[in-house]
């Protein structure tokens, strides 16, 4: 095996483990292989061995390794864990089949636009400021459930969830806890939250969808 089909092998381990503490199914769990700066060779052991979700943070990266991938390997899921520019949008709807931070009115509109030309439906989280940073991207807790009543009832979206960064220098936790809270007060199942650092924390406070990197591929240069 390489580094990267081991480290993966380890980090499924893990991520069961932190679902069989939690007392869930550890299939509840999905684990987005983060692939940012990544190129082929890195990621293809891992596509070897089976695995097909992958995230990644910036439209054109993607469009220069995926499609390719994609004929490669069969199943291949894709999710865009990065912002969205607007003007990026119509790529965007291509490239992906789930985008994790939809933040604005702006690019749900774009969004939903963009989907009905191209007769696509994708999977969709609302990416939430939970630390209210001035430089973050995501939509502030107190705008939340307003965003998302918008998002399902006027745009029609399949909104599967919120997704959160928390601020670096805060407990993770704290920001797992509120954002599984505004889930349930908003009806939503879905929480894409947790990294490398901190992803069996996130498992614990009731993550669906991990975003895991360096775990798997390494430290990135």
Known sequence: MTNATANLASVRARIEAAAREAKRDPASVHLIAVTKT???????PVLDVGHRMFGENR???AKSKWPELRERYPG???HLIGPLQSNKT???VQLFDAIHTVDRPKIAEAIAAEM???GKRLKLFVQVNTGEEPQKAGIMPREAAQFVRLCREELKLDIAGLMC????DE???IHF?????LGNDVGLSGLSMGMSADFETAIAFGATHVRVGSEIFGRRG
């Open 177 to 181: 806890a509120f954002l599984a809270k």
């Open 90 to 92: 119509k790529e965007a």
């Open 76 to 78: 291949i899921e894709l």
């Open 165 to 168: 960064i928390p601020p670096v």
């Open 59 to 61: 439209v054109q990266e």
């Open 171 to 173: 407990e993770a936790a």
């Open 116 to 118: 009905a030309r191209q």
């Open 38 to 44: 990544y190129g082929d060779d890195d990621i293809a």
